[in-house]
């Protein structure tokens, strides 16, 4: 509540109701979303002009849009962004708008496309939050910071980094996205729709998440400020819980 | 309704008439039993290259799935086509055909076991091959790791799954043979029309499709609705659409091959032939066939749009340029002439003003990346804006870029566009 109170924005949402508060955060965010979603680039030979099919989903350097699904791509791992556009290119991961786009490039492209977001460092924007009571924030708050070992659940922050932006090259950071598309990813995950590379540790996980982990995961996270250094660890400065897939 | 008793009445008799004949013609196995490997390394090289000519491999390949090894659905308006194992495996590919069983598939359409092949294969094209070809890519394809993976069954409607009715199919609209070249033409122009016309098998995408599966010789290249696809594939002989009577021989090779030209960009089930097939193509071929594409003379031109059907709202004109003044206007320009090749040119663009809009309307609902080939291995792209722009917004931006700058399209509706919103991109 004290984080919540320091920003103006919420301070306001609570004190007129949530609902009022979700209409209002909606729409500054749409406001700020505008700019980041028209096309704008200074030369034509450059990875600006050349990632422009990215921008109305994913803003004009990674950093979303008004959208209250799509996700914040900058900054995060080279090597996580270049896996997901192979699996989006080769349909391992499915969301057809993604795997018609990125259908016919070459690995060496979406290589240069994943180097070229993880390098972007926008500032964070605005997001809206969800309504969630305080049991279900300290189940959240829980599992992201210290796990939940009776289940075999890790703590978020043994993988994804201290500061919930990533860990290179290959784990995503979790700060700065939506509640709706937290949620999204960790429910393919446990019904199979969303896989890594083996051995797929995201899924062990997953499946061991319910449904109102899964909510209270995705209601946390929404809430954590962002931190100043949006750069992912290095990896193996941690010796992690799961052996992943993606950090071979 | 009549026309459809007539259709139906035209499949039972087909039907009736084509099993009888079938008893009585059906062609066995090849008896041949020599099966020679021996091919050289040229051989087999040449074979890859025209294997890519012909892209067996888009066709042949799941989507994920080990090159040639079959399984990738083909939707079509009778059913689920599954494209079977092309590699060399004795049990589940074709690793027990002769050179004269894989020749006989070619040209004629009849498989190993004397089934007939449905036209999906495009033997009508495939016809054209020569035998020294066909024996290279033959030679390639014994060549490639053999993969054990059982054939699917296709799943069709009846009667479209009777393989006999395909007899009736075959009288209409499969003419067998060999290229014969052109003596009053180049040879460039011979060697373009022999890869258009078979490996390259453009017509099965850019002629009409009617009702039976077929395509008529009389409206070749005249463009058609691809099945299934919802996108229209130009045509290449009209100047109004995609015709290419006024492009340079070198933007046609360019789009071919490179995926990208100053006239326009592929985009679609085109930029998977230049991804698969024709980035891999030799200058000297991609010429050859443009020099051919562009001697196809335009057929009676469609009737060019009447002033009535180009009346156009001025509030919906309005509407349409101020977003293309918010959208549009970084990479296409104020006067719709793009940064050709990255941003292609709107106007005097004929995928732009064709009479069919379903292009221009999916680019803005779903965006698009040209393919990343040889050339042109880091292409610019398009955005999507279906969560950006209303049914009203999206038809009035291409109905502005339809008739601005001297384009001479007609207006689009809010309808039009919502039917192909509800559609997933493919």
Redesign the interface.
């Known amino acids: 509540m004290a984080r919540a109170a320091k920003n103006p924005l919420n301070l306001l949402g609570y004190a007129m109701g949530a609902v009022v508060s979700g209409v209002w955060l909606l729409t500054a965010t749409q406001a700020l979303a505008q700019d980041a979603?028209?096309?704008?680039?200074k030369t034509?030979?450059s990875m600006e002009?050349?990632?422009?099919?990215?921008?109305?989903?994913h803003g004009q350097s990674g950093q979303g849009t008004g959208?209250d699904y799509f996700p914040r791509i900058a900054g995060k791992p080279a090597g996580y962004l270049y896996n997901q556009l192979v699996a989006f290119r080769?349909?391992?991961r499915r969301y057809?708008?993604m795997n018609?786009?990125?259908?016919?490039?070459?690995d060496?492209?979406l290589r240069?496309i994943a180097e070229h977001y993880a390098k972007q460092r926008p500032a964070f924007m605005l997001h809206e939050t969800v309504p969630a009571d305080s049991a279900s924030l300290q189940r959240g708050q829980a599992l992201a910071q210290t796990g939940d070992p009776k289940k075999g659940i890790p703590a978020c922050v043994s993988c994804h980094g201290a500061n919930l932006t990533g860990m290179e090259p290959g784990i995503p950071g979790l700060v700065g996205l939506r509640p709706n598309y937290v949620a999204a990813q960790l429910v393919r995950w446990r019904v199979g729709e969303r896989v890594a590379a083996d051995p797929d540790c995201m899924k062990r996980i997953a499946t061991r998440l319910t449904d109102a982990d899964v909510t209270a995961l995705a209601a946390w996270l929404a809430r954590q400020k962002p931190p100043a250094d949006a750069a992912p660890e290095k990896s193996n400065l941690v010796r992690m819980p799961l052996a992943c897939g993606s950090q071979r | 309704m009549r026309k459809l008793a007539i259709v139906a009445l035209v499949l039972v008799g087909g039907l009736i008439a084509a099993a009888l004949v079938w008893t009585v013609v059906r062609p066995g196995a090849l008896t041949g039993t020599s099966k020679v490997v021996n091919a050289t390394t040229q051989v087999i090289d040449r074979g890859e290259y025209l294997a890519r000519a012909g892209d067996c491999i888009a066709c042949h390949t799941a989507p994920g799935g080990t090159p040639f090894a079959g399984g990738r659905a083909m939707p079509t308006p009778f059913g689920n086509l599954y494209a079977s194992n092309i590699t060399p495996d004795d049990e589940t590919g074709i690793g027990q055909w002769t050179a004269d069983d894989f020749y006989r598939m070619m040209q004629k359409g009849i498989s190993r076991d004397g089934s007939l092949l449905y036209p999906a294969m495009p033997f009508a094209s495939y016809t054209k091959v020569t035998r020294e070809d066909c024996d290279a890519i033959y030679a390639y394809l014994m060549s490639v790791p053999p993969v054990r993976q059982k054939n699917r069954p296709h799943e069709l409607r009846f009667p479209f799954n009777k393989r006999e009715l395909l007899i009736g199919w075959r009288t209409l609209y499969f003419k067998e043979g060999e290229y014969v070249p052109d003596p009053k033409q180049s040879a460039q122009w011979n060697r373009g029309a022999y890869l258009v016309e078979g490996l390259g098998h453009c017509s099965m995408c850019h002629t009409a499709i009617n009702r039976l599966g077929g395509t008529s010789e009389s409206q070749a290249f005249e463009g058609g609705m691809i099945p299934n696809q919802n996108w229209y594939a130009p045509s290449l002989t009209s100047n109004q659409e995609g015709g290419l009577g006024n492009w340079s021989v070198k933007d046609i090779a360019d789009l071919l091959q490179v995926g990208v030209s100053h006239r326009a960009t592929v985009y679609g089930p085109m930029a998977e032939v230049t991804y698969n097939s024709l980035q891999y193509l030799t200058d000297e071929d991609a010429t050859a066939m443009a020099v051919y594409l562009k001697s196809l003379a335009p057929r009676e031109a469609p009737p060019a749009v009447t002033s009535t059907e180009r009346l156009t709202q001025p509030a919906v004109l309005e509407r349409g340029r101020k977003i293309y003044v918010e959208q549009c206007v970084m990479c296409h320009g104020n006067e719709g002439k793009g940064y050709p090749p990255a941003y292609p040119p709107l106007a005097a663009n004929p995928s732009i003003t064709m009479a069919t809009p379903v292009n221009p309307i999916r680019m803005v609902l779903n965006g698009g990346y040209p393919p990343g080939t040889r050339k042109n291995p880091r292409p610019h792209g398009m955005p999507p804006f279906l969560h950006i722009l209303s049914d009203d917004d999206v038809a009035a931006v291409v109905t502005y870029i339809r008739v601005a700058w001297g384009n001479a399209g007609a207006p689009v509706t809010p309808a039009q566009v919502n039917d192909l919103r509800k559609l997933l991109p493919e």
């Open positions: 979603a028209i096309p704008a680039f034509l030979d002009a050349r990632v422009q099919g990215c921008t109305t989903c959208n080769d349909g391992k057809t708008p018609y786009l990125v259908a016919y490039l070459p060496a492209y240069e």
